[in-house]
Structures are given as structure tokens and as C-alpha cells.
């Protein structure tokens, strides 16, 4: 029995209390290293991020991740440390640095842990290794180039004239207000789901009727035909949540065991769901082999560098990043438009001046109209789409003259860069004319919601002949209306890997002139 100052302790006490003090030693020699003697120690921040990934993992789950990043650089500077492990910065040139194109033989900075899944194979944007990154993006590149766009219009054309009508049908002709995040929704999913699988219009509902026929499906995900949510869409954006927490679990693998209680009930199945439907899509578009149509599966199909469960991976994360962006970005123009009257009679002037029928409006009349174009792009940089700040490791480089250690996590504070005074005239703002001609001598570079290098998005001009398609629709058609005011919205927003964009009640009202 060991006496410790004249205490007798029995012997399994003392094994308890010597282990429990040798945690406590351990877990204060970390904590002094990691605020006092780590690489990143010179880096302000909150205290508990520099000690902890439980910081990280406060900030994810509260769902305000951006803001609470924002705030932190307004208030500490270019660059913080929000993880024992991790540095954020809030200026162009380090995202330039992070992720711009590297000249030959210097080391890249690649993707982190915080992009994989449960996926046996990894697919496009969660591919960590550049070389199966760089295979697959070069098979799926040619569905992007200029002459997959144009066929590609024709199937925005399609879905854009049947969601103005029912935009006119279900609002009652602008009596009843639509709520503008869920009616985007039933566009860009369907635009997706037809580029995706085939342009051909009666195709995909054949198609889908067959995989998924005991559910009854109708169109692509039949959002616009219905005028409401497929359940698909519904199950897509709720297993966001779930792979937001994959990340939670990954940092901190002793939350595994809670998460079945912390999760909304169903979400584990909810992954499943989506998984399995995207599953079966794939695999009835891989049995019809060359359709003689270009859809996004020809391409990989024709490329043939790509194994089959490689192909089939890619439909789920293809269908998330082609849709949810786009209504996302169509949901804060519709905001911006609402909040900023004088912009919207601008827009007005110039679409209804362009324009005097619906067939004109195009992707190549579009991409002629300014105001259009600046109205997005100032949308696009107030409230970028993409809301988490894409994190990489260092491959050991120099980071905004900063030389960041090997390993070390790195990213870019979206918000900060869009709103910073350094950068940008009047950066809260919203002022679409910025981005025509001279502009207002901006730094444009520090607005890239669609990233820039070596892993920059794909669908870019996909991306924006639909959004100019559709608003140009809406505004020759339309007189909209905030049906229920508010002075907020971008900040009721929250992140799940993308937004979760609050509710935006709009009532559209026939033009009169039309
Ligand atoms: C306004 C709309 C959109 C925005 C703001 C946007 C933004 C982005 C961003 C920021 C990334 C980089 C993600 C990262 O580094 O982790 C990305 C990647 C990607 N996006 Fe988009 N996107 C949009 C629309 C689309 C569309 C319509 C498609 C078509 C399917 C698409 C397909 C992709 C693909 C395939 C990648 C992965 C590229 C790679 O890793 O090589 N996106 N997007």
C-alpha cells in the first residue's frame, strides 16, 4: 500500500489516480505547447480553437460558420488560427496562393479530410488525389465544353418556360405568394437531371419512371411539372446535413457514438435514400450504354477511363453541385433585386428594352445584356453560393507571405474577401453597375464563388446561362413583390456544407405590358 504524505492509498486507487494524473499532465503539456510553443502559436484566434478541434466542431454545428469566421478576422486580422491545426485567411492573394494554378514541380495544395464521405469510391469533387481527380475532370470536362452548353440550352429553355408558368399558375397570377428558395429548387434540379441524363425530353421521364416506378415519379425530379418539392430533392438536401456531420465525426471520432442521438430522426437513412436512388438512376443509364445523345454520362462513357462504380459515384455529388448552387445564387439575386428597388427598375429597363417576345431571350441575347451580368456577379459576391472556405493542406509554402508548415490547414474566408473596403468601393452594398466597363476600380479577383485553378468549378457557364435565362424570363414577365417584409435575410441563412437558405415569400405579378 503506497503512502503519499502520510495518505494510505489502497494499490487499484493508486493505479487510478497515477493514470488520471498522467492524462491531466499530458493534456496541460499539449495545451501549454499548443498555445505557447506550436508553429501556429504567433496566430491570433479563440483560445479553444488553438487547444482544441471542439471549436471547430462548436462552430460547424452552430451552423454559422461563415459569420462566426467573419467576424473573427474583422476582429483579429488577415489571418487567424481556428484550429490547433488550421489558419484561415481573408485576403486575395492567399487565395490565389491556395487555389490557383501552381507552375511545374511546385507541390499543390490539396483537398483535406473535410471532403470525404462514406463513398467507396470517391468522386469528383471529394477526389483528394490529384491524379483520380485529374482523370475524372478531364472525362467529364467535355460535358461542360461550348457544344454540350448549347444542347444543354435547349433543356433550360424547356424547364425555364413550364416554371414561369407555373410561377404564374400557383401564385394565382400574383395573388399568392411562392416561397423563392423552394420554387428554384424545382428548376435547377430539373435542369440537372435532364442535362445529366439525357436531353432528349421524353428520356428522362421514361427513364426514371422505369428505375424508380413503384414511386411513381414523374420528370427528372418533376419539381417544375408539379410545382413541389420532389422527395428526392428533399432527401438530398437533408443527407447535406448528414455528410456535414461525417466531417464532426471524422475531427472527433468519440461524437460517433451520440450522433445517432444528436442527428434529426432519419438521417442515416435519409443518406441511404439518395445513395440507392442515385444508384439505381445510374445504373439504368449505364445498361442503355450510347444513346447517341450527349448527356453527362455519354461523355464519362466515351472517355472510358473511368470504372463503372467511379461513373456511378459521380451522380449524386453531379446532382448537388448543379442544382442547390444555382438556386442558391437565385434566391440572393431575387433578395438583392427586392431589397434594392432602384437596381430592379434597372434590370427592368434593359431586359424589357432588349426584348419584345420570350423566344428572344436566349443564352446569346443574354450574355449581351450588362446590367444582367453585373446583377449576378454582385449577387454572386455578396452572397457566394458556396459558403464553406474550401479547406487544403500545405504542402509547405508561402501562404500572403506567411510560410505555412507542411500538413498545416489553410482556407479562405469567403465573406471577408467579397465585403473587404481594401478591395472593394462601397463593398456592403449592392451595386450590379461595379462590374460594367471600368466599374468602380474594384479588385474583381477577390470575388471567386466558383473557385479558380486546378479544382475550380465545372459547370461555370452552365451555371450562368441558366441563371441569365431564367431572370431575364422573370423580369420580362414579371413584377415582383416581397410579399412578407423583412430587413435580413442573407444573415437567417445557415450553412450545411452549402446554405440553408431561410424562407423568401414573393408574390409575381403579371407585367402589365405583357
Ligand atoms: C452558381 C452556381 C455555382 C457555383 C457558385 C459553384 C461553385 C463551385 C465551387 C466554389 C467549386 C469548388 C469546390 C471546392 O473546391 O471544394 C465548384 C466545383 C464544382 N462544380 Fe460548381 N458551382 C455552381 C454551379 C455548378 C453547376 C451548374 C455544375 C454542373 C454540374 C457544377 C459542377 C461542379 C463540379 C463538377 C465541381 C468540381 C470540380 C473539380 O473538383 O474539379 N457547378 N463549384
Same mark, same amino acid.
Given at each position: 500500500?503506497?503512502?503519499?504524505?502520510?495518505?494510505?492509498?489502497?494499490?487499484? #486507487?493508486?493505479?487510478? $489516480?497515477?493514470?488520471?494524473?498522467?492524462?491531466?499532465?499530458?493534456?496541460?503539456?499539449?495545451? !501549454? =505547447?499548443? %498555445?505557447?510553443?506550436?508553429?501556429?502559436?504567433?496566430?491570433?484566434?479563440?483560445?479553444?480553437? #488553438?487547444?482544441?478541434? $471542439?471549436?471547430?466542431?462548436?462552430?460547424?454545428?452552430?451552423?454559422?460558420?461563415?459569420?462566426? !469566421? =467573419?467576424? %473573427?478576422?474583422?476582429?483579429?486580422?488577415?489571418?487567424?488560427?481556428?484550429?490547433?491545426?488550421?489558419?484561415?485567411?481573408?485576403?486575395?492573394?492567399?487565395?490565389?496562393?491556395?487555389?490557383?494554378?501552381?507552375?511545374?514541380?511546385k507541390a499543390r495544395f490539396l483537398k483535406t479530410e473535410f471532403y470525404d464521405n462514406d463513398d467507396p469510391v470517391p468522386r469528383i469533387v471529394g477526389a483528394r488525389d490529384p491524379e483520380v481527380h485529374a482523370r475524372q475532370r478531364k472525362a467529364l470536362s467535355h460535358a461542360f465544353s461550348a457544344k454540350s452548353l448549347r444542347d444543354q440550352e435547349e433543356i433550360v429553355q424547356k424547364y425555364v418556360d413550364g416554371f414561369v408558368q407555373q410561377l404564374a399558375k400557383l401564385g394565382d397570377h400574383g395573388k399568392k405568394a411562392l416561397n423563392v428558395p423552394e420554387t428554384f429548387n424545382w428548376l435547377t434540379f430539373d435542369v440537372i437531371g435532364s442535362c445529366y441524363l439525357c436531353p432528349e425530353s421524353v428520356r428522362p421521364i421514361r427513364l426514371l419512371m422505369q428505375c424508380l416506378g413503384d414511386l411513381s415519379f414523374g420528370e427528372p425530379f418533376g419539381g417544375v411539372a408539379k410545382g413541389e418539392t420532389h422527395v428526392w430533392i428533399k432527401v438530398i438536401l437533408d443527407s447535406v446535413l448528414y455528410m456535414q456531420t461525417t466531417f464532426l465525426r471524422k475531427r472527433l471520432p468519440f461524437l460517433n457514438p451520440i450522433m445517432p442521438y444528436i442527428l434529426p430522426k432519419g438521417s442515416t437513412e435519409k443518406v441511404k435514400t439518395h445513395r440507392e436512388f442515385s444508384k439505381r438512376l445510374s445504373e439504368k443509364r449505364l445498361?442503355?450504354?450510347?444513346?447517341?445523345?450527349?448527356?453527362?454520362?455519354?461523355?464519362?462513357?466515351?472517355?472510358?477511363?473511368?470504372?463503372?462504380?467511379?461513373?456511378?459515384?459521380?451522380?449524386?455529388?453531379?446532382?448537388?453541385?448543379?442544382?442547390?448552387?444555382?438556386?442558391?445564387?437565385?434566391?440572393?439575386?431575387?433578395?438583392?433585386?427586392?431589397k434594392n428597388p432602384d437596381c430592379m427598375v434597372r434590370l427592368q429597363k434593359e431586359v424589357r428594352g432588349a426584348f419584345t417576345s420570350l423566344d428572344q431571350i436566349t443564352g446569346e441575347s443574354?450574355?449581351?445584356?450588362?446590367?444582367?451580368?453585373?446583377?449576378?456577379?454582385?449577387?454572386?459576391?455578396?452572397?457566394?453560393?458556396?459558403?464553406?472556405?474550401?479547406?487544403?493542406?500545405?504542402?509547405?509554402?508561402?501562404?500572403?507571405?506567411?510560410?505555412?508548415?507542411?500538413?498545416?490547414?489553410?482556407?479562405?474566408?469567403?465573406l471577408n474577401l467579397t465585403r473587404d473596403p481594401r478591395y472593394w468601393q462601397d463593398p456592403d452594398s449592392?451595386?450590379?453597375?461595379?462590374?460594367?466597363?471600368?466599374?468602380?476600380?474594384?479588385?474583381?479577383?477577390?470575388?471567386?464563388?466558383?473557385?479558380?485553378?486546378?479544382?475550380?468549378?465545372?459547370?461555370?457557364?452552365?451555371?450562368?446561362?441558366?441563371?441569365?435565362?431564367?431572370?431575364?424570363?422573370?423580369?420580362?414577365?414579371?413584377?415582383?413583390?416581397?410579399?412578407?417584409?423583412?430587413?435580413?435575410?442573407?444573415?437567417?441563412?445557415k450553412m450545411r456544407i452549402l446554405w440553408k437558405k431561410a424562407d423568401l415569400w414573393v408574390k409575381y405579378h403579371p407585367r402589365v405590358a405583357a
Open positions: 500500500m503506497p503512502d503519499i504524505g502520510g495518505l494510505h492509498i489502497a494499490g487499484p #486507487a493508486f493505479g487510478a $489516480l497515477a493514470v488520471t494524473l498522467s492524462i491531466i499532465l499530458y493534456y496541460a503539456a499539449q495545451t !501549454v =505547447y499548443l %498555445l505557447f510553443f506550436h508553429p501556429l502559436a504567433k496566430y491570433p484566434g479563440p483560445k479553444l480553437a #488553438a487547444i482544441s478541434e $471542439l471549436w471547430w466542431v462548436w462552430a460547424l454545428s452552430s451552423e454559422r460558420f461563415p459569420f462566426i !469566421v =467573419y467576424d %473573427l478576422h474583422k476582429k483579429h486580422g488577415d489571418v487567424i488560427r481556428i484550429g490547433p491545426n488550421e489558419l484561415s485567411f481573408a485576403t486575395a492573394e492567399a487565395f490565389q496562393d491556395i487555389h490557383g494554378h501552381v507552375s511545374k514541380g445498361q442503355m450504354g450510347d444513346t447517341g445523345r450527349a448527356d453527362f454520362f455519354s461523355h464519362m462513357l466515351k472517355k472510358n477511363t473511368m470504372s463503372v462504380q467511379e461513373m456511378m459515384s459521380q451522380t449524386s455529388t453531379l446532382i448537388i453541385a448543379g442544382s442547390e448552387t444555382t438556386a442558391t445564387s437565385l434566391s440572393g439575386i431575387t433578395w438583392f433585386l427586392l443574354t450574355a449581351g445584356l450588362p446590367y444582367l451580368h453585373g446583377v449576378i456577379e454582385e449577387s454572386l459576391r455578396l452572397f457566394p453560393p458556396v459558403p464553406f472556405s474550401l479547406p487544403r493542406h500545405s504542402p509547405g509554402a508561402v501562404v500572403d507571405g506567411y510560410y505555412v508548415p507542411k500538413g498545416t490547414v489553410v482556407s479562405v474566408a469567403p449592392f451595386r450590379p453597375e461595379r462590374w460594367i466597363g471600368e466599374g468602380f476600380n474594384d479588385q474583381k479577383k477577390a470575388s471567386q464563388p466558383f473557385s479558380t485553378g486546378p479544382r475550380a468549378c465545372l459547370g461555370i457557364n452552365l451555371a450562368y446561362l441558366e441563371m441569365k435565362i431564367v431572370l431575364a424570363t422573370m423580369v420580362f414577365l414579371f413584377d415582383w413583390e416581397l410579399a412578407v417584409p423583412r430587413d435580413e435575410w442573407i444573415r437567417d441563412c
